[in-house]
Structure formats: C-alpha cells, structure tokens
DNA sequence: GTGCTTTTCGAAAACGATTTCGTTAATAAT
DNA sequence: ATTATTAACGAAATCGTTTTCGAAAAGCAC
C-alpha cells in the first residue's frame, strides 16, 4: 500500500507541490477553488503528511523523552499516566526509557533521546547519578530538560518536586502526636536528595517536639524493597528498643515492617505505629491500612510536562525562558497503622 | 549549538559527503587512510547522524509502537518493562499510548502510531474494542502488528497469550481439591475475551468435579475493581448462599473480597477461600496473603517484542512472514488465603 | 490603453543522509 | 605499449515537505 504524497495529489489536478502544500496549511494565497478541490482530494486519497519530511524539514519531531528508574512502581506509573496523557492532547507523543537506577544506562538512555531529537527530556534520577554531565549535555544541545521528583540542584533547569523535608517532618509528628516516643526511621539509600530530605525531616520533627535524636534507630535500605522493611523490622523488634513508631521512606518498605509485626502477633497500632509514604495503592487494603504521605504522582507528571512544553515553544520562538520550580503539596493520610489523638490514651 | 553534518566534515577534509558517509558506513571503496582520516575527525566533532534524514531516506524509523488499556496496572507495567528494555537492546525506541478501556481513543492513537510511521506496533485491546477495523488498517499498510494478552481472534496477525481457560480451569480447581463445595465466580466484563475464557474455565472445572453449575453465583465486574470486589462479596455475605470459595477475574477484585471478609470476622481461608488472578505484587503481602494465577508479564512482553522484530526484519527483506501464535505457561500460586489439601480436613 | 495594486500560482532551494552509477587513476595483464 | 581490471572517489538523484521569492494574471483607477 503506497503511501500518498503532495506530488501526486499536484499531478492529479495539474497544480504545482507548492500550492497544494499551501492549501491544505491555510496559506492565504490560494484560491478558495483550488483550496476546496485540494482538500476534497486529499480527503479523498487520505493523504497523511509524511512525518519523516515533515521532520527534517522543521527540525522538530512533536515526541519528548522520558526517562524514569522505574516503571513497576505505583508513584512513577502515574506519573507516566499523566504525562503520556497530558502529552498525546498537545500533538506530543512520549518515548519512555528506564534507566533501571543505573547512571550507566541513564548516560545512554540520554544519548538514544539526543540522537532521535526528541523536542524536550523529562526526567527523574536515578539514585547512583552522581554526576550531572550527561545531563548538561542536553541542556548544551538546547533541548529543554525538566527533572522532577529526583532531582539534582546542581542543574539550571525547570523542576517538580514535593517538600520531602516538609512532608517527612509531618509524617513524624503525626507519629508524635499520636502518642509515640521513640520513632525509628528507616531511611533510603544515603544519595539521593529524596532519602536525605525525608531524613532531614524526621530529624526536625523529634528536635521541635524535645525528643533526642538517637542514631541507632536510623536503619538504611539499599533496594527499598518489602524485604527491607521486613528485615529491618526484625532487627528492630530483636534488638529490643521499646520503638513505639516506624517511619519508613516509602510504602513497600512500611508494609514489611507490618508484614513483620503482623506474623509475630505486634499490634499496630496499639504496640507500634507505622507510617509510610507515597500512598501506593496497596496502602489502603491491606491490614491494618498503612498511614502515609500522599505524594500526588498524576499532578507532578502533568506540572513536569506543562513546564516542558511551555520551554519548548518559548525556544521555538526564540523567546527567554525563566526555569521554575514547582514544590507540589503533600498531605498526611491518616488511616490503621498510626493512632488519631482522639484516642491517644 | 549548531549540529555536526556529514557535509561539514567533508568540507574539512577537502572530500565530498559521498565518501564520508561510506567511509562512516563500511563500504568498501573508501581506501584505509581517508577512512581513518573520517573516522578521527566525525569522533572528534562528535558526529551523530541527523535522525530525521535518515528516516526520510530508509523509510523506517527504528521505532515501535505500544498501546495498552492502562499502565497503572502491575501486569501491564511488567510487560511495558519488559518491551521497553528488549526493545533498546535492540535498537528500537518505544512510543507508549494507553487507550484507558476506549474504542474511540485506541483508534485515535493507531492513526497517531501509523502517522509518525513507526515499524510496527504492539497492541492489548480495551475492553470495549469490539470492532476491529482500525487493527485492520495497520495490517492494510505493511505495519507488522502483534496482539498480546487481550486480543480479537479475528485478526490475522501474531499474538501471544496466556490460556486463560485453562488458567481458570487450574485455580477453580485448586478450591476443590483444597475442599470447597460452593464456589462464586467474580468475572470480568462481558466483552473481552479473557474474561469470557476464565468463566469458561471455572464452569468446565465444576463440570469435571461433578458440581452443579449455579447461576446465581456469577458476579459480573464492569471496572475490575478492589471496590467491586469489596461489594460483590458483601452481596454474597447477605445473600446467604453458603459460598465457600470465590474465584475472582483479577487481584485487585479478590482483595476487595478479603477486605470485606475480614472486616466482618469471616476467617479465610478456614470459612471461605479465596483466589485472585495475576500475581499482582501486593498479593504476597497482604494478609492472608492471596492464592492467584502467575501471569507471566515480564515474558509476555518479551515474546510479543520479539516475534515483532522478526516480523519487521522479514518485512524488510521482503520475506514471506508466517504468524505466530504464542501461548505462555500459567501456574497456582497457593498462599494462605486457600487450603492447601493436606491440611483439608 | 497605461500604470498600479492585489490575487494566485509555481520554481527552486532548503532539510541531511543514502545510494546508484559513472569517472578517473592506479595497477595488473598481455 | 596497450588493454583490461580494480580501487577510490564524487555528482547527482532521492526521500517528501516547507517556505521564500519572483512572476504571471487579474482587477482597478485614470
């Protein structure tokens, strides 16, 4: 099946290239005649420009890039969710890469998107990228690049976060306030800006509420997984701290901790609070349902991509773009795992 | 910063762009020295080959297209991840579109799929595609096309698949022998195919073991949701019929079951079993843990990559392609949320 | 009819790589 | 020395669209 092109609808009615081009893109130098016999031909012939010349010819191919640790995952899928969504309704179609939280593969998950030309990169970090020059690399090839959620601040460029440092402080003084004194936290792996954020956070929240840091309760993942949480909470429950509260640095890392509590007869609430963060969706059914932070994935994708596609128009038309950061708002969700003041004692 | 052409090179070295392309591309009429001489230098300026030219001129665009119903979905982000990652070690990039359950949206995106012109595309059917006419079109214009997991016999293309009725057939099964008498059936939507083949499974396995099929213990899901799942079983507590297993269409619908359970004391598995479909990740971690049907995303992905890469070769040699039909293996996963049979009694 | 503006059109030059085919120069064969 | 062969290179067409710029045609005023 031969694929129709502008030459052939001009042979057809003897015009030139030039005009039928012209017709069908609004030019004003086109009879309304020869505009309507080309549009009823091409209608007709269901001619579909050939979005390989298209491409050479404006130098810009209406795709964007996406790069993300990981798709499996509840948080990043929505995030994935919306911006492939957000995306396909302004003519932009999405090329998604997982670097695997590999820094190798993430350098040349970069380069692929360079080489193909994708108009703009959305990114989220791995947790091994310590360096930043693969990134500044697109930012010198002028290709806009938004990151969000894990960040770096080394970079001049748009980014969407949440106020993990702010989100975290809540989720421990919600354990606080619920009647707990002595709070573990198990942090994620000691890079990211996420990981130390929310550390940073935890650590704020026992200093305003007068309770004295102890660097024994700080446990520390590396693949923030439920076997993890599991483990650490083993370790916890054998080293015998009276820990009265459990903040992981993420859902599936809380949920083995409750995995764990619930097989040697714990109860959470009453004998140990939990609470998680980034309200995967499993939170809420399992039981007890985990209390934790909602991290609005859906909105950071839609921020990331607006912010991207705005960055991308203004360099069309040449015009400055100020970079901005946008810090998305989070909230507590109280649910089994933490007791509500209502019924402290 | 202005991109390195061929034509810039060959300035440099006083060649023409004839023979700097061969001598990038292996021909054998470049001799060694100016080879080398092009070699050094296009490493130097860190030549890439404009993508967009290159599409124009071999027609193809090293690019795959992949639709599914929805992304925020374990299964469906197992086999994203699979495709994602084989296709890059393949040298193909990904464009990913959901068609979130729409007929109108899923014909929307093969035309966006088919005008970016990629060389083939990956496609899970929404649940209400109940015409096939937008798959015939690809086919119609030499794109290879693949079905996976949900998909129309109607079409003459390669697809692979689980046997969903046998997968069903095994998992009703697995309540008998584990001693159930009455057992419910939570199915999916009347359309797809899957769900239409997992009942099938269900009644064929009461057949077998001399269980009269009832009606009156078929609930139907429209969205196949933890919240339906949570309402049907709540229909089957009142209801009073004495149900003791349920066999739900998917995970998520069977954790709703034990949500309901659990919350008015029914003890699983010892006053009812339970088993889902899918192997979701939070089956293994909620409690009781859930029985279900491994469903092998990761290699359902794989599959469906490769023998569209074989098909997009042959196409290119101008082969003859035979398509191919794919089934992958299933198997019980047997959890606490069922009795195993040595403990029947 | 002359001069002027306004419509309407099309030739041609991009965009950057690939590939066919022809040409020259160098080498081998006779 | 002459011819045949091979090695090395390049001109030019091609992929299909977009856009600039110039030219022809048509309309209008005088």
Known sequence: MKEVTLKEIAQELGISITTVSKALKNYTDVSPKTRKAVLKLAHKLDYKPNSFAVNLRTQESK??????????????????????????????????????????????????????????????????????????????????????????????????VIDDRKAAYDATCHLINSGCKKIAHIRGPLNPQNAIDRFLGYKKALEDNKITFDKSLIYTCEKVTFEEGYGFAKQIHTEQKDVDGVFAVTDPVAIGVIAYFNEVGIKIPQQISIIGFSNWFMSSVISPSLSTIDQPGFEMGKSALKLLLKEIKALKKHKEFQHQTIVLPTGVIKRNSTLNYFSKN
Chains 1, 2 share one sequence.
């Open 63 to 160: 795709t964007i890039g996406l790069i993300i640790p990981e798709i499996v995952h509840h948080f990043f899928s929505s995030i994935v969710n919306a911006i492939i969504e957000k995306a396909e309704k302004k003519g932009y179609l999405v090329i998604t890469l997982q670097s695997n939280e590999s820094l190798e593969l993430e350098k040349k998950q970069i380069d692929l998107l360079l080489d193909k030309r994708v108009d703009g990169i959305l990114i989220s970090l791995s947790n091994n990228t310590k360096t930043i020059e693969h990134l500044q690399k697109v930012i010198d090839h002028n290709v806009p690049l938004v990151l969000f959620d894990k960040i770096t601040k080394l970079l001049n460029c748009s980014k969407v």
